[in-house]
């Protein structure tokens, strides 16, 4: 009896993990179609769509696989030239902050945790760190206005469309 407990266990984690990646494989996908539509400020482009894929990816999936996800989106984006280096501190402060936020209240509203963990954390990295680096720097609340421009209807919208996907069930 104890050997079919450990069985069940072990398919139930393969499930949990295959739903996982074919859910981090969508919302990758959702961010690499969607990334056409930015808008340049400064040395960065803003990508409102990926803040709603932070949102979905940080509520659905977690801090690490949603950080996982938007690190993939942000190396194809540089790649194809729809994004900038930016995108790193863009976009993974945000979906990990979302996702602890998740974590800790369970509650759908931690999507509005996206702008506070682009804004101030990703905005002053790319301000004090990468912008130097790279010789594309920026006055911080220059990326701050950036990143919240960007990152704040970005959160309302993966809110309102993660309520539809409660609303509907699609997940279940």
Known sequence: ?????????????????????????????????????SIPFGPT?????QHSV??????????????????????????????TIFAFPGSIPGVIAVGFAYRIFHKDWAAFAEPLGTGPVGATIS?????????????????WTAFLASSIPGAVTGFIILLFIRKTNILD
């Open 1 to 37: 009896m104890g050997n079919n407990s450990t069985s069940e266990n072990r398919i139930s984690t393969q499930y949990t993990h295959t739903r996982m990646l074919a859910m981090a494989g969508i919302l990758i996908a959702s961010g690499v179609l969607l990334s056409g539509i």
């Open 45 to 49: 482009k803003c990508f409102p769509f």
């Open 54 to 83: 932070n949102v979905l990816a940080g509520i659905l999936l977690g801090p690490w696989w949603g950080a996982g996800t938007a690190t993939i989106i942000s190396i194809i984006r540089i790649s194809m030239g729809t994004g």
């Open 127 to 143: 301000a004090f760190i990468l912008g130097p680096a790279t010789g594309n720097s920026a006055g911080i609340l220059t990326l």
